[in-house]
Every structure is written in structure tokens, then in C-alpha cells.
């Protein structure tokens, strides 16, 4: 049974990890619970779709530094042009809710774009299932990737990404890059873990986006 198969067949109510810090639970409580799936589990989904996707966020970091932890959900990127044909697979699998500017709407009705607002959209088999991935829209330009927290900066897919086991995962100090905005607890903890394996060049990237975009960074003095 595929994670989409069980899904369409599973009409249990989700609940909630009670163990989440106070935080998150706030926030399930509010958005619904999440059950992620796992990078395997997200392969199974979207190879089929034909369009290009990778994992960022803490999975990414996890892939590349081996170290784990917990992963309150799971961050899927591809590019936003392919969003109409995400949204035609997907319909009658899964319901898709854009994400953006503190807010959620149903994507449910086909002939509805979604807001300029929303750069994610949330899965999820029904309402009383709890969401399953994250999908982060990333823009492009001239067919290359492009930094949403720095539009200045763009590259081709491959340049950024990284490949293990059959998935594509957002290279590190990329990865970090949009994590700074944060640094939350796990934020912090996935800088430290990374910081010993990155090259030069890894830590020249994040040191030069730093000084450009977050000058006041407390991240600074560790590169």
C-alpha cells in the first residue's frame, strides 16, 4: 500500500502529539495536527508527477549531516510554474490549502488561483486528516532556481541540490540561509551539526548572504 493509498482509505480523526512543545501545539491546535511524511514516502508521491522537486528545511540537513531529530513536518519544493500540474494530479487524492501572510485557503476549486501571497501549499487527504507535506513554491527566472530570501541571487537546480539515496535534497548552507531568518532551538542545533562537515566555499556562501541580508546576525562569528 502506497502512503497516497493510505490516505484516500484512512477517514480516522488525526490527533496530537501531546509531547510538542507548547508552541507547535498552539499552533496544531489552530491549523491541525501534522503527520509527515518521510523523504521515502514523498518520493513514492511526487516522482510520478514528472516535474523536478527537492526536500530543504531540516530534512535536508538531516540527509546531509546524518545527524537526526524531530521533524514536525516536511518541507517539499518545486517550482511554482509547475503548481497546475501538482494541483490536476492531485485532485481527488489530496486537498490542497495555499499557505502564505498567516492564512490558509482551499485550493478545491479549480478554476481559483492561488493568492500572490501564498508561496506554500499544505496537503492533506481530508479535513479530519492531519497534513502530510509542505509544499514550498520556489520561483525561477530563465529556467534557474531563485532565492526567495534573496531575489538578487539565482542557479541552476543542480548547483544548489544535492542527491542521496534517489532524492534530491537543497545544499546546506542553502538550507541555513533561509533558516537564519529563524534560528529557532532546531535552527540552531542544525547549524551546529553542519558547521564542522561545510567547505570553504559552503561557509563563504552563508557568511557572504549573512553580511548582505542579515548583517546583525548572531550566526556571523561562527563563520
Given at each position: 500500500m502506497t502512503p497516497a493509498d493510505g490516505d484516500d482509505q484512512d477517514s480516522s480523526v488525526a490527533s496530537y502529539d501531546l509531547s510538542l512543545d507548547d508552541e507547535e501545539l498552539d499552533f496544531q491546535r489552530l491549523y491541525?495536527?501534522?503527520?509527515?511524511?518521510?523523504?521515502?514516502?514523498?518520493?513514492?508521491?511526487?516522482?510520478?508527477?514528472?516535474?523536478?522537486?527537492?526536500?530543504?528545511?531540516?530534512?535536508?540537513?538531516?540527509?546531509?549531516?546524518?545527524?537526526?531529530?524531530?521533524?514536525?513536518?516536511?518541507?517539499?519544493?518545486?517550482?511554482?510554474?509547475?503548481?497546475?500540474?501538482?494541483?490536476?494530479?492531485?485532485?481527488?487524492?489530496f486537498h490542497l490549502w495555499a499557505a502564505g501572510s498567516g492564512a490558509l485557503s482551499p485550493l478545491e476549486d479549480p478554476e481559483r488561483d492561488i493568492p500572490d501571497s501564498a508561496d506554500q501549499v499544505w496537503l492533506r487527504a481530508h479535513a479530519l486528516a492531519p497534513w502530510r507535506a509542505d509544499v514550498v513554491l520556489n520561483p525561477s527566472r530563465d529556467g534557474r532556481w531563485v532565492s526567495r530570501r534573496d531575489p538578487t541571487y539565482d542557479a541552476q537546480l543542480e548547483d544548489i541540490t544535492f542527491t542521496r539515496e534517489g532524492i534530491r535534497y537543497l545544499k546546506p548552507e542553502i538550507a541555513l540561509s533561509f533558516k537564519a531568518a529563524l534560528a529557532r532551538p532546531k535552527d540552531e542545533a542544525d547549524l551546529a551539526a553542519c558547521l564542522p562537515l561545510l567547505d570553504g566555499g559552503a561557509k563563504a556562501f552563508l557568511a557572504d548572504y549573512l553580511a548582505r541580508i542579515e548583517p546583525d546576525h548572531s550566526w556571523r562569528h561562527q563563520l
Open positions: 491541525g495536527p501534522w503527520d509527515a511524511w518521510s523523504p521515502r514516502q514523498a518520493r513514492e508521491i511526487f516522482d510520478p508527477l514528472g516535474v523536478e522537486w527537492w526536500i530543504a528545511g531540516g530534512w535536508a540537513i538531516e540527509a546531509f549531516t546524518g545527524v537526526s531529530r524531530h521533524h514536525e513536518d516536511i518541507d517539499v519544493s518545486m517550482f511554482r510554474r509547475d503548481l497546475p500540474l501538482l494541483r490536476q494530479a492531485f485532485r481527488g487524492r
